[in-house]
C-alpha cells in the first residue's frame, strides 16, 4: 500500500514537472506568463506568436516576424475583455503586399526621408525608395519585414528580440544592433523599449505601428474616439508629406487636440486626414505622458507616454475596407488610429530638427508606453 502511494506520489510530481515545462500551458490567473505558438515560417525562418499575459488578465500576442504585435486584450468598463489593435489572424496577412504596417516595428527610419537621401560626414547616401520616390518606414525591406530573435527574459512579463541590420541594409551605413523589448506592466501598460548601436555614423529612428481602435471591434471607425495630444506645433509638411521645415502653431486650426476632441470633429478640413508629426511639449527626454485618448461607447482609455520629441498621428486615411483582419473585421477609412512616437521625419536632412544621427560609441534609447484603463 505504501509503495503504492509513493509511485502515485511520483506520477503526480513528474506530471507536474511536465506541466510547468510545456511551453504552451493556459495562463494561471493571477500569475504573469508568456506561451507561445507556431505562426508559419517566413525565408525559411520559424515565425512564433508569443503571447504575454499580466496578473489582471490583459494579454498582449507578438510575432517575432517585424516584431509585429498582432493582439492586445484589454478589458471595457464592464470588464469584458476585447482586441484594440488591427491585425491579421494568419501570417499570411501580414505578408500580402497591401498590409499596411500594422502593429509591426518600424526601422531603421520611422517616416519619411526625402529623395532617400541624405549626407553624412560628407558622403551621399541613396536608400530604396517605397513612396512616390521617397523613403517611408525604413524602405522597400524595413525591419517590419524581417525575423527577429526572440528570448523571453525571467518574471514572464517580457519578450525580447533583437535583429542585426547589416552595412548597407536598404542602403543605410554601419551594421545597427537593435534590441526591442516588450513589456506587459501589471497596471496594464504596453510598454516598448527600444535600443541601438552602430559601428558607423547612421541615421536611427524607430517606432511601433499599432493600429488602436478601442471599442474592441464594435466601431467601425475612431471618428467618435476622442484625443488629447500636448503638442502646441506640429511639422508642416508639402504634398508628399515631406516636412517643410516650417513648425506651426496648432492654436485655432483643426490641429489643436491641446484640449480632448473628437477626431471626427475637424478631421475633413485637413486635406487627406490626419497624417502629420506633432512637436510634443516637454523638455529633455524624460518619459511624460504626451497623449490620451477615450472610447466612451467601451469606456476605455488610452495614455501614452514617451521619451521622444514627437508624434506621428494617423488616421488610417489609406484604408479603404479591401484588407480583411482577424475576427472577420473589415477595415474601412479611419478604422483605426496611430500614434507613432518618434523624431521628426526627415530628420537627417533637417538641421533645425532633433538629431537622428547616431555614431559609433554611443546608444540609441526610447521608451513608450501605451497604458490601458477604463473610465
Ligand atoms: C505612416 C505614414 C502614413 C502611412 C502609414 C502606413 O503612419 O505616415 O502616411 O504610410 O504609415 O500606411
Redesign the pocket.
Known amino acids: 500500500m505504501k509503495k503504492q502511494i509513493s509511485l502515485w506520489l511520483i506520477a503526480a510530481v513528474a506530471l507536474l514537472a511536465a506541466c510547468n515545462s510545456n511551453q504552451n500551458k493556459t495562463p494561471e490567473a493571477g500569475k504573469y506568463s508568456v506561451t507561445e505558438k507556431s505562426f508559419g515560417v517566413f525565408e525559411n525562418q520559424d515565425v512564433t506568436q508569443y503571447t504575454i499575459t499580466n496578473p489582471s488578465g490583459m494579454q498582449v500576442s507578438i510575432i517575432n516576424y517585424g516584431g509585429t504585435v498582432t493582439s492586445i486584450l484589454t478589458p471595457d468598463k464592464d470588464k469584458k475583455m476585447g482586441d484594440v489593435i488591427l491585425g491579421f489572424d494568419s501570417l499570411a496577412g501580414y505578408l500580402q503586399k497591401g498590409n499596411?504596417?500594422f502593429g509591426c516595428l518600424?526601422g531603421r527610419y520611422?517616416?519619411?526621408i526625402a529623395k532617400g537621401k541624405f549626407t553624412l560626414e560628407k558622403q551621399n547616401y541613396q536608400l530604396t525608395v517605397n513612396?512616390h520616390g521617397n523613403t517611408?518606414?525604413g524602405g522597400l525591406k524595413g525591419l517590419d519585414k524581417v525575423v527577429w530573435k526572440a528570448s523571453k527574459p525571467s518574471g514572464d512579463s517580457s519578450l525580447k528580440l533583437t535583429y542585426t541590420s547589416k552595412d548597407g541594409d536598404q542602403g543605410f551605413p554601419g551594421n545597427l544592433e537593435v534590441e526591442v523589448t516588450y513589456t506587459v506592466t501589471s497596471d496594464n501598460a504596453l510598454e516598448i523599449s527600444y535600443s541601438a548601436t552602430t559601428d558607423k555614423p547612421t541615421p536611427v529612428n524607430l517606432t511601433n505601428?499599432c493600429y488602436f481602435n478601442l471599442s474592441g471591434g464594435k466601431e467601425a471607425t475612431i471618428l467618435d474616439h476622442e484625443l488629447m495630444i500636448n503638442a502646441d506645433k506640429f511639422t508642416a509638411v508639402d504634398s508628399l508629406?515631406i516636412p517643410t521645415g516650417l513648425l506651426p502653431d496648432v492654436k485655432g486650426t483643426p490641429m489643436d487636440f491641446t484640449s480632448s476632441k473628437k477626431i471626427g470633429k475637424d478631421l475633413d478640413s485637413v486635406k487627406g486626414g490626419y497624417?502629420?508629426?506633432w512637436v510634443l511639449n516637454r523638455k529633455g527626454n524624460t518619459l511624460e505622458q504626451i497623449a490620451t485618448v477615450y472610447d466612451a461607447g467601451s469606456g476605455r482609455v488610452l495614455e501614452v507616454f514617451t521619451t521622444e520629441p514627437g508624434l506621428?498621428f494617423?488616421t488610417?486615411?489609406?484604408?479603404d475596407g479591401t484588407l480583411h483582419g482577424k475576427n472577420n473585421w473589415v477595415y474601412a477609412q479611419h478604422a483605426a488610429l496611430?500614434l507613432?512616437t518618434q523624431h521628426f521625419?526627415d530628420g537627417p536632412n533637417q538641421t533645425s530638427f532633433p538629431n537622428t544621427i547616431l555614431r559609433p560609441g554611443e546608444k540609441y534609447s526610447h521608451v513608450t508606453r501605451y497604458k490601458f484603463s477604463t473610465k
Open positions: 499596411p504596417y518600424v520611422g517616416n519619411r513612396d517611408l518606414h505601428h508629406l497624417d502629420h508629426n506621428q494617423y488610417g486615411n489609406f484604408l496611430c507613432e521625419p
